[in-house]
């Protein structure tokens, strides 16, 4: 990932929040493996990415995670939408954290 400094420090952040804020849901991890969870969390801060910078395209690093995870997309994809509701829900579904 040939990204400039700022918005790798920018990923890393949300992606290291997002994989903090997953561990807190005891049914994310029930339903999906660490490296699927880690792979979501990573897609989802790339999602997160393209929308600071709109010449990103998060899918052209979709296949490199896949195959560094053993995973397939649809997987990826799918723990991705479910770490995507978990933290637009997080401060209801946790209010004391």
Known sequence: MGL???????????VLYLAKMSM??????????????AAGCLYVGLKTLEQVD?????????KPICIS????????LHCGSKVLALAKNFARLYPSL
């Open 69 to 76: 995870c053993d995973l397939q997309e649809e997987d990826v």
């Open 24 to 37: 807190h849901h005891y049914e994310l991890l029930l339903q999906f493996e660490y490296r699927s969870v």
């Open 4 to 14: 400039r400094r700022h918005l790798k420090d920018y990923l890393e952040k949300v």
């Open 54 to 62: 709109r010449t990103f395209i998060p899918e052209d690093h979709l």
